[in-house]
């Protein structure tokens, strides 16, 4: 970091703002992100001499590491926040002209400095940190280290320890931090929801753009599900796996917890239907019951943007919890690297590598299905978006990533929604898109069990008619859309489709070692899927800013 020094006072500043931005131009910081941060720094260097003690110095650091860039400031003072620096741009005379005005400074002031600024004070001493630019190759890296030390140390463990050493050191310290990640999110993802769609809902004052926006959503989500089961169909065709031999194989008491919970549900296109509406609005919360929250959610966008003109304060309450509970999902989520070392080492140390070795085949045919999937929504942003694929891929691969390491569409929904708004989405598109499509859109699980259950047909030497192809397809599809809550999702998925084309629900047993490989990938193929639809409804209704777009 490069270093600038000098007394604390007023007259000081320009000097001050001339290193900074000296350091900013020699950094290549475009002319957009460097007049933003000259604003802040104006602001905070005022604040820090209001602030200081008589006759002290500020210390200005400018720098960052892999493209990171940071103002660091240091000074003797009283410590203050940085709604003092807001507030002191407000107009203070009660009334109505002014009361607007505050609103609006507000909201500017929010853009300006939104999460850009972390204030401390130890023992007298401001030290302020002003984020700059934020770049996303720092959790790229983490992340990928956490993915890599975590096989590694599931393999060492596994290799050279007793098993029984193994298991109590991941039931002490890698299963209840992971436990606790996990619980985390399904406390927070229902709200998050919830308040993401009931927010960017009561945005709209035109109700029948609203309704052309929501069916242009389902409509594209389906379609893109329908393509789906069809590449799962043609990878299958290409690699027709499935060995007789497996089925002396199947475990039957190793795959009795997951089939119990597939015979507490069913598929039912009425059911589906039916279930979306509650009986009461506790219960979804409490079982994650994410189509009845979205239902519930779209009920109370609805009337908020209805009211919006006779009870204004509904809209800004619900505007309130969105920011509150996006600022906690934010917080967990810097523990993503944390989480992906323990989720690693815990599935490396339970590999069943017997198993592995019966059905390794299946792994890569899901893995080659998934990746001509995520290819042709390549091909849909080109011919119907009109944007560029490769654009979207640099701007979105770092929610790629975290979809692949967490295995979870509801847990990389935080991620997705940050990269969508970088790459210039509008939230009144994203923040109502990507939550209904990780509920309804679940592309990669549609070619996984379409793969899966060809695959065991020709274990058990089941014919794969016309009329089995359909009913697969049918079921499929209803279970693309509403998939059972709970945990093991497409696992248990995978135990309501398989009986009805004559398999038993046990032959699960073949492939649950390897499910945990094969949901990373199809996470991976769910929210790039999301975030392509998003994007091109974006485009089309001209709620995508080109600019930042193309800018990756």
């Known amino acids: ?29 475009d002319k957009k992100k460097r007049v933003r941060a000259m604003l802040v720094a104006e602001e905070i260097l005022g604040e820090l001499c209001r602030n200081a003690k008589e006759g002290s110095q500020i210390r200005v650091d400018v720098g960052g590491i892999l493209g990171n860039i940071e103002i660091r400031y240091r000074c003797n003072g009283k410590l203050f926040y940085v709604s003092d620096i807001q507030e002191r741009m407000l107009f203070t005379e009660n009334d109505k002209d002014n009361d607007e005005a505050n609103i609006v400074i507000r909201d500017l002031m929010e853009r300006l400095f939104g999460d850009t600024i972390s204030i401390r004070n130890d023992r007298g001493v401001n030290n302020v940190t002003q984020t700059v630019k934020k770049s996303a190759y720092i959790s790229l890296i983490y992340t990928l280290a956490a993915l890599v030390l975590g096989v590694i140390t599931g393999l060492l463990i596994q290799s050279f320890l007793p098993a029984e050493t193994g298991k109590a050191i991941f039931g002490a310290v890698f299963i209840p931090i992971y436990t606790v990640f ?22 709209f004052s035109d109700l029948n753009a609203l309704g052309r ?15 789906a089961i069809c590449v ?38 009425k059911d589906t239907l039916v279930s979306i509406v509650p009986s009461d609005v506790v219960t979804p919360f409490q079982k994650s019951d994410m189509l009845q929250i979205i239902f519930m959610a779209v009920l109370l966008g609805i009337a908020a943007a209805s009211l919006s003109g006779k009870v204004p304060l509904l809209r800004d309450m619900i505007r309130a919890m969105d920011k509150c509970f ?10 993503v690297p944390l989480i992906v070392f323990c989720s690693m080492a815990k599935m490396m140390l339970g590999m069943n590598l017997t198993n592995l070795k019966d059905v390794l085949i299946w792994t890569p ?25 490769l654009k979207f891929l640099e701007n979105f691969y770092p929610a790629m990533l975290s979809g692949f390491t967490l295995a979870s569409s509801n847990a990389a929904l935080p991620t997705s929604i940050k990269q969508c708004e970088r790459m210039g989405i509008s939230k009144r598109i994203y923040s109502f898109s990507l939550p209904l499509g990780a509920t309804i859109n679940m592309d990669g699980n549609c070619i996984t069990l379409i793969i899966s259950a060809l695959f065991f047909a020709r274990i058990y030497g089941i014919p794969v008619t016309a009329n089995m192809l359909i009913s697969l397809f049918i079921a499929i599809l209803v279970l693309s859309m509403g998939s059972p809550g709970v945990p093991g999702g497409n696992l248990v998925c995978l135990t309501l489709l398989i ?15 390897l499910y945990p490989i094969i949901g990373m990938m199809q996470v991976m193929a769910n929210i790039t899927g999301d975030a392509v639809v998003t994007a091109v ?3 089309r209704a001209g709620l995508l800013d080109k600019e930042k777009y193309n800018k990756a």
Do not use: W
Request: neutral net charge; aromatic residues 6%.
């Open 365 to 389: 045919v899901i893995y080659f299905g998934d990746i001509i999937m995520i290819c042709i929504y390549l091909l849909i942003l080109l011919v119907v978006g009109r944007l560029n694929p």
């Open 182 to 203: 996990i619980n985390a999110l399904k406390m927070i993802v229902g709200p998050l929801v919830f308040f993401s769609i009931a927010a960017s809902i009561s945005e």
């Open 537 to 539: 409804i974006a485009n």
């Open 232 to 269: 799962g169909m043609l990878a299958y065709r290409i690699f027709p796996i499935g060995n007789p031999d497996l089925v002396k194989a199947v475990n039957a008491e190793v795959a009795s917890e997951t089939v119990a919970k597939g015979e507490a549900t069913s598929i039912s296109i």
């Open 499 to 513: 009986p009805q084309i004559g398999v038993p629900a046990e032959a699960i047993s073949l492939v649950m070692g």
């Open 1 to 29: 970091m490069k270093s600038y020094t000098c007394k604390c006072d007023q007259k000081e500043i320009p000097g001050v703002l001339d290193h900074i931005q000296e350091c900013l131009v020699k950094k290549k910081l």
């Open 213 to 227: 926006l929501a069916g242009q959503n389902i409509m594209m989500y389906v379609i893109t599900s329908i393509i």
């Open 326 to 335: 996006s600022k906690i999902t934010g917080g967990i989520v810097t523990f």
